[in-house]
């Protein structure tokens, strides 16, 4: 398995130099069993934008290559969700996406609270691929 971290910081991103050592983006994990892309992102701060990097050639830059797989959100907060709609890899024709949040309503009700007009220019809806918002009332033991 290997795990690239994408993002770590707290409540909002942080670019400059100051930050080139330990990265400025926030939070979010791309997980992939050894040899392959990553199909399981958790959270989905601005660092989701990274992931979008390890679906071209050779794990190299994004060249179109669709995000099959799942993002599971561990909690709504911004500096979990705000990079969402920059996914590219998942917000292209041919993706593949299963979103998990903790059960708070309807998810995607919940999602187009900050990304609908006027604060975002499309709804969860209006993102490219197939898209499944799930909601989990309790952790499976």
Request: proline share 8%.
């Amino acid at each position: 398995m290997r795990i690239w971290i994408c993002g770590v910081r707290g409540s909002t991103p942080t670019p400059g130099r100051d930050f080139d050592r330990y990265g400025g983006h926030t939070s979010c994990l791309a997980i992939a069993l050894d040899g392959e892309r990553p199909s399981l992102i958790v959270d989905a701060g601005t660092g989701i934008r990274l992931a979008s990097d390890f679906f071209g050639e050779n794990a190299g830059l994004f060249d179109g290559q669709p995000y099959q797989g799942a993002i599971l959100l561990s909690h709504m907060h911004w500096d979990h969700t705000q990079g969402l709609p920059f996914f590219a890899a998942g917000n292209s024709a041919g993706s593949r996406v299963d979103l998990y949040v903790p059960a708070q309503g309807d998810t995607e009700s919940i999602l187009a609270r900050f990304m609908s007009p006027p604060h975002f220019p499309i709804p969860p809806s209006g993102l490219l691929g197939s898209w499944s918002f799930n909601a989990s009332s309790r952790a499976r033991q």
